[in-house]
């Protein structure tokens, strides 16, 4: 059986691996999957059709799987589903999707959250991401592996962050944010590229001379978004380490919609 606190108030039809410890005064709904080594704090609610991967650690006082602060919501079953591995800290709210995008909020693995996160829903979250104290996402924001949000960070509906992008404390996005990025302000502006967090995960000098003469295109040269993507992919035929950095900046603005642009 799993280690529930007598205190605690799981329904019955709630899905539990054996190895789930569930802190006091927590409430499990019924529609609610958990996998082993997953571990609760006191005075949590988990509802909704959520599901949790395994060995995640969740803190008191967390709101995961309640619907969504969207008035077109109608009860359709939209779902929470959160990966391995991960850290949510004090506070949190993860709701649910809508029908009117995937129908479910993800969370991969390996991210590190922090006290007072929303999550808002179809939200769609990518691994080994830092998510600092209150930072507010909108409803249908997607963000990329390794991307870091400073404190206080909020960020407007259907926005997109590319991998390994960085905000400082009190950023306020209204635009996509490319991969590799530093942003910071209100409205956010581009400040430099995220170069240290680069040499941390591996990335080689060869890689990082790319990423920088990317940020020389997109930032210096005066370009349109559609020569930028031009001018970077003529970057990429050239390298022999950086074309991978190049695929990944080209194949995001690419998606970026016209109306909404870059963080610039």
Not at 4 to 15: N, W
Not at 49 to 62: D, L, V, Y
Not at 143 to 155: E, R
Request: a negative charge; hydrophobic letters at 40%.
């Amino acid at each position: 059986m799993a280690d529930i606190h007598p205190s605690a108030l799981v329904d019955p039809s709630a899905e539990l691996d054996d190895s789930v410890s569930v802190g006091p005064f927590t409430t499990i709904g019924p529609h609610v999957k958990i996998a082993s080594g997953t571990r609760i704090g006191s005075h949590c609610v988990i509802e909704g059709r959520t599901t949790i991967g395994r060995n995640n650690q969740i803190f008191q006082f967390n709101s995961l799987g309640a619907i969504p602060q969207d008035k077109k919501y109608a009860g359709e079953p939209c779902e929470l589903v959160i990966g391995d591995r991960n850290v949510i800290r004090e506070f949190c709210t993860f709701n649910i999707g809508t029908a009117g995008d995937l129908g479910v909020t993800t969370i991969g693995s390996d991210n590190w959250i922090m006290a007072y996160v929303h999550l808002a829903h179809d939200c769609q979250i990518g691994n080994h991401t830092i998510f600092a104290n209150n930072t507010q996402l909108a409803g249908h924001v997607h963000v990329g592996d390794w991307v870091i949000l400073g404190g206080f960070t909020v960020v407007h509906q259907f926005c997109k962050l590319g991998a390994h992008s960085f905000t400082a404390m009190n950023s306020l996005l209204f635009a996509d944010l490319p991969p590799y990025v530093m942003c910071q302000g209100q409205p956010a502006q581009a400040r430099s590229m995220n170069f240290e967090g680069l040499k941390r995960r591996g990335f080689s000098p060869e890689q990082i001379q790319t990423v920088k003469a990317i940020y020389k295109i997109l930032y210096r040269d005066g370009l349109t978004l559609e020569k930028s993507i031009e001018a970077i992919d003529a970057l990429g035929s050239t390298q022999i380490q950086g074309n991978e950095v190049t695929a990944l900046m080209t194949e995001f603005l690419r998606s970026v919609s016209p109306l909404r642009g870059i963080v610039r």
